[in-house]
């Protein structure tokens, strides 16, 4: 059983569309995160998210938003997409005081045109 | 500069040592990780150590934590060609209430030459 999923695993679009990726824990985590992997492998937080806090990285534009229909779950939205949003975005759970580790999915290769 | 520093590249021989560097600057980091991908894949947690510890060892791989210089390095022993993949070093700091704000360094491309 994967741990965290993520799905699509490529995600090709034209500019100024809207998207989704989904992403799933079965580790009951109360945490759960968005990282995104640039063209030159560099990683960085976007999102953190459990039922308390929505904790956002102030360098994420407003085009992105995450929706946790429940804790098991927090989805990705984007809207209007832009050449430069073209990276690898990474979901994550885990990483409270309880459960140290952080646990990737994936990811999700997203290709702007 | 950056938080978390790694080297881009190291080539070994198959069956050699590996030694992979990092330094970080917070040295409020509770948690310090290595994390392993492959090419194509997710990040794999290799394996993580606690900031008030100086060593852990798990099989072939051993992480020494040098918290008065800030370095960490992670030591893969009998290198095999398997383990060709780039590895991440990251410090974890406070994010709200959690510690999954993982600072990772640009990632550490090992080659292992058979």
């Known amino acids: 059983d994967t741990a965290v999923s993520q799905t699509p695993k490529y995600l090709v679009t034209q500019m100024g569309n809207d998207k989704s990726i989904k992403c799933e824990q079965n580790?009951?985590?109360?945490?759960m995160y968005w990282y995104k992997q640039d063209s030159k492998k560099f990683l960085k937080i976007m999102f953190s998210y459990n039922n308390k806090e929505l904790i956002i990285n102030e360098t994420v534009p407003n085009r992105f938003s995450p929706k946790s229909p429940d804790k098991a779950h927090l989805n990705l939205h984007i809207n209007s997409l832009e050449l430069g949003d073209s990276a690898v975005y990474f979901c994550?759970?885990?990483?409270?005081?309880?459960?140290?580790?952080?646990?990737f999915g994936s990811g999700t290769q997203l290709s702007v045109l | 500069g950056e938080d978390v520093e790694q080297s881009l590249f190291l080539s070994v021989r198959e069956g050699d040592s590996s030694v992979i560097n990092c330094t970080y600057t917070d040295s409020s980091s509770t948690y310090l990780y290595w994390y392993k991908q492959e090419p194509g894949a997710g990040l794999q947690l290799l394996t993580y150590?606690?900031?008030?510890?100086d060593m852990k060892q798990d099989q072939r791989l051993t992480v020494l934590l040098n918290k008065k210089d800030k370095h960490l390095s992670l030591r893969i022993a009998d290198t095999q060609t398997g383990d060709s993949a780039i590895y991440f070093c990251a410090e974890s700091k406070r994010y709200g209430g959690s510690q999954g704000n993982l600072i990772f360094g640009k990632g550490t491309k090992l080659s292992v030459k058979p």
């Open positions: 580790l009951g985590h109360d945490t």
């Open positions: 150590i606690f900031s008030n510890m």
């Open positions: 994550a759970s885990g990483g409270t005081a309880t459960n140290e580790k952080l646990f």
